[in-house]
């Protein structure tokens, strides 16, 4: 038998359901799983190691040609409908994956209209699930697939990376990244889509400063031409290196051979904490009891303020919303709030010693 799972994206979101795959894999051991998902997240989806194939849709891509999106789908419709899966597991709960779920021409089982994203998406599934609010987001989708399928969740979430992870520390490094970590190097992920998650370029430039001073190497990957801007203005002494474009599987390598990582809240940084790299993050709008990776290696910091966890997107103390990039007083008051000195000392806790 075949299933299909249905998870555009994003990189966090999709790394937060890798437990509930788990599950669903242990109810039944010997289907197919199949996973839907955008392109820019395929190569991510197949280091699960109960997923069988993944498809990629390139949705996103089509949005300035939305003429080309009916060819899209009509293709999309033969292959899933070639594949003759047994159920959908729509893990999204928006109408969009409702209706590309539509097209594997199978029962769809998902979230029901008060726990889906979008309550019209429930209308489409088969069966449904009623998921408490307030749980984190991995208990949210274990709890999907135990209430559809019967998943025994009693056990701690299982990412299914253990096999990903031994291959990556057997093959070592590219030769073309070597000779970033020949000395002891920390990673520090800056980039984010969330205007309220920037950290004030100032507190990364103090925070280089200090690590430099230690004796570590910053390393500064980017994912744009934006963030590659911001990683430029970041490399500040000889000792903080901009790191050349690299796939997310080389990003993971030099993270796993690194002494640590220091990251805004975002997807980047919840995998490396999934993979037991140490690790420093900061949660400025956002709760780690939400969406952090618990008994892991990563530290969560917050900024105890009042008026966070908001999880908003811009700030609702700046207003208009301020554009990526804007200088300090444009800065959500949660950010400025976790100081360069603080996370630099959490450094020296976290790190030093590790992977000495």
Known sequence: MKILVVRLSSLGDILHLFPAISDLRGCFPDAEIHWLVEPAFAEMAGWHQAVNKVIAVPLRRHKKSWWKIPQLLRGL???????NYVLVLDAQGLLKSALLARLAGADIYGFDKDSARESLAARFYKKTARVAPGLHVIEKNRQLVAQLFGADIRQPADFGLDAFRRRQMASGLPEHLKSLIELPSIVLLHGT????KYWPESSW????????????????PWGNEE???????????PQALVLPGLSLTDLVSLLLHAQGFVSVETGIGHLAAVLN?????LHGPTDPNYS????????????????????????????????????VNKIP???????AQSVYQQCLEQFSGSRG
Not at 193 to 196: D, E, I
Not at 277 to 281: A, E, F, K, S, T
Not at 305 to 322: G, I, M, Q, T
């Open 77 to 83: 419709k033969r292959q899933l409908g070639a594949e």
């Open 292 to 327: 952090g990776i618990p008994g892991k290696s990563c530290l969560h910091l917050t900024s105890g303020l009042d008026c966070s966890p908001c999880f908003k997107r811009d700030c609702p103390l700046l207003s208009p919303p301020p554009l990526a990039g804007e200088g």
């Open 227 to 237: 963030e590659r801007q911001r990683a430029l203005r970041l490399a500040c002494v």
């Open 277 to 281: 790299v140490p690790g420093i993050m």
């Open 193 to 196: 889509t969330w205007n309220s």
């Open 205 to 220: 430039l103090e925070l280089v400063r200090l690590l430099t001073r230690q004796g570590w190497r910053c390393l500064l």
């Open 333 to 339: 008051p949660c950010q400025q709030k976790i100081t």
